[in-house]
C-alpha cells in the first residue's frame, strides 16, 4: 500500500480535525495545503482564512479550533497559529527521514498508479502530406507527447492519434505533378516543400494542368484505385519524413498512429444525416450548417459551424466532429484531447457544443489544450530571413550543432560520445524550451538561453545529473544505512524530493509540462546547495556519508524519471 504524499497526509489529518472540531465535512483535495514559502516551514493551511467566511466566526478562531483536535504529533511538531488564521506545519525530522528512506526502493519514487484509469484519445502533432514539418509544428508534437508521457505514467490508457492533412482538393494538384514529374531516384521526393510549390506554380499557370487537377480531385474522391495508389505514393512519401523528425525529437508516434483527415472521409455524410435527422441542422447560403448556443461574433449574429459547404463539400468542422465521434462511439475514449494552438479555441469549443448537442460527449470530458507561437527575436512568428516558414528538420539540425559546440568546450568524451551527448543536449534544449514555460503563452527561441548552463534550462538540469552521477562513481559501492537530516540543507533537499510526486500529479490532471520543469529546477538547484554545505564523498563519518550518497542517489533518479516523463535524455556523462 502506498504511502501518500506529504501534502495528502496533512490534508487528511486537517479535515479530520475539522469534523471533530466544528462538524464541518470536507474532502481531503479542499484542505488548502501548500508549500510554504517562509524560511523555517514547510507547509501551510489556509483553510481557516475561507472557511471564517462561511461559518461566521474569525478565522483564527477556526484555526485554534482544527488545531486543538489535530493528532498530527507522529508527523509534525504542533502547528503555529500565524497572522490572522494560517497553520504552520514543520515536519517531525524522524517521520521525513523514514519517508524519504521508502522512496529507495520504490521504481516510481512514491508516484502511484491512478485507481480508476481512463481512456483518453490524444490528438497532437498532425503535419501535412506533400509539406514539411516547419516550426509550428514543434509545439504540437513536443506539448503532446510530454501529455502522452505523464498520462500513461499516471496509469490511464493513451490512444494518440496523429491527425494528417492528407485529403481535399490540392491532392488532384499535387497527384498530378507527381505522375507529371516522377522522382528521379530511389530516395523519393527530396524537398517536399518544393515539390509542393512546383506544383502550385503549374496550378496557377497551366490552365491544362489545373484542369486535369481538378478532374484528377474527383476521380480522388469517388475512390479511383489508380489515383489512390498514386495519393498513397504520396501519404508515404511524407510519413517517412515526418518520421525522421519525430525519430530525432524523440516523439514515441508511429505509423499505426496515423488517422489523417481521409480515414474520417466515409463517416461524414453519416454525421451530417445525423445531425439533420436529430434538428441541429440549417440550411445558410446554401451550406449545412450548426448554430450551436452561445456563439456570436462582434455584432451579435449567430456564429454558424459549417458541416457541408454550398458545393456538398465538406470542412474542417465535419473532419472534427466525425473524429469525435468515431473515437467516443467505436473506440470507446472517456476523454478528447486536442494538442492544437490557441488561435483554434472557438472553433473546438464550438465543435464540442456540436457534439453535446448531438449526443456525443455523455459521460465524455472533451478538452481543447491550447498553447502560444514560436517567436524569433523580433517578436514576430520564427521565419526565415526570407520570410519563409522555418523547416523543423533544419532547426532540430542547428540545435544539435550548437549543442556540439557547448559540450566540446569542456568534454572530456570522445568523438563519437560527444556527438550522442550533443544529441541529447541539442534536442533537449529545443524541447525543454518549449515545456518550461506556460504552454498558453507565446515563447522566444533564442539559442544562447535555451543553451545556457544556468538557469532554467535542460543544459543545467543535464549538468546537474551528469556532476551526481560522477560523485555516485566516485562513492563506489557503499553499504545502505538511515537517511539522516541533521543539516538544514539535507533536510531542504529531502523535503524536495518528496514532492515529486505532487509535481507530476499537478503537471499530469492540468496538462501543464512547465510545472514539472520547475520543479526539476528547484530540484537540481536545491542538490546544489546541498552539495556546497554537505560534503559527499569527504563527510564526518561513514553513516553520514552513506546517507548523504543515498540522497544524491535519489536526486540523479529524480532528474532522470522527470525528464524522461517530459522526453528528454539524461546523459550520464557530458
Known sequence: MRKPEVSEELARRVVDALHHALDVDLAPQDALIAVST????????????????????????????????????????????????????VLRREWLEDRVAALSDDARLGVDPVTEPRRIALDYSSPNVAKEMHVGHLRSSV?????????????????????????GTPFGMLIEHLLDEPPAGPSGIGDLNAFYQAARRK???????????????????????????????????????????????GIALTDADI??????????GKVVDELEADGLTELSDGAVCVFPEGFHNREGDRLPLIVRKSDGGYGYAATDLATAKYWTTERGATDLLYVVGTPQAQHFAMVFAVCRAAGWLEGVHAEHIGFGSVLGADGKVMR????????????????????????????????????????????????????SGDRERDYVFDWDRMLAKDGNTSVYLQYAHARIESILAKAGEHDTAPVSLGQPAERALALTLLRFGEAVRSATV?????????????????????????PVLSAETPHLRASRVQLATLTSRTLVLGLELLGIEAPRRL
Open 38 to 89: 517562509r524560511d523555517g516551514v514547510d507547509y501551510q493551511c489556509n483553510l481557516a482564512m475561507s472557511l471564517g467566511k462561511r461559518l461566521g466566526r474569525p478565522p483564527r478562531e477556526v484555526a485554534s479550533a482544527i488545531v486543538a483536535h489535530l493528532r498530527i504529533d507522529d508527523v509534525a511538531e504542533p502547528p503555529e497559529i500565524a497572522g490572522p488564521g494560517f497553520l504552520n506545519f
Open 143 to 167: 506539448i503532446g507527447d510530454a501529455i502522452s508521457r505523464l498520462l500513461r505514467f499516471a496509469g490511464h490508457e493513451v490512444l494518440p492519434h496523429n491527425h494528417l492533412g492528407d485529403w
Open 203 to 249: 496550378f496557377d499557370s497551366d490552365e491544362a494542368f489545373a484542369t486535369r487537377s481538378r478532374e484528377r480531385v474527383v476521380k480522388l474522391q469517388s475512390g479511383d484505385e489508380p489515383t489512390l495508389a498514386t495519393w498513397q505514393e504520396l501519404v508515404d512519401e511524407s510519413t517517412r519524413h515526418f518520421n525522421d523528425v519525430y525519430h530525432l525529437l
Open 259 to 268: 488517422y489523417g483527415e481521409s480515414f474520417y472521409n466515409p463517416y461524414l
Open 384 to 435: 526565415t530571413r526570407a520570410g519563409e516558414t522555418i523547416k523543423l528538420a533544419d532547426l532540430l539540425a542547428e540545435a544539435v550543432s550548437q549543442a556540439a559546440d557547448v559540450v566540446a568546450e569542456r568534454s572530456e568524451l570522445g568523438a563519437d560520445e560527444q556527438r550522442e551527448v550533443a544529441r541529447a543536449v541539442g534536442i533537449g534544449a529545443v524541447k525543454y524550451a518549449d515545456l
Open 510 to 534: 492540468t496538462y501543464a509540462p512547465h510545472k514539472l520543469c520547475t520543479y526539476l529546477y528547484d530540484t537540481a538547484v536545491t542538490f546544489s546547495r546541498f552539495y556546497e554545505q554537505c
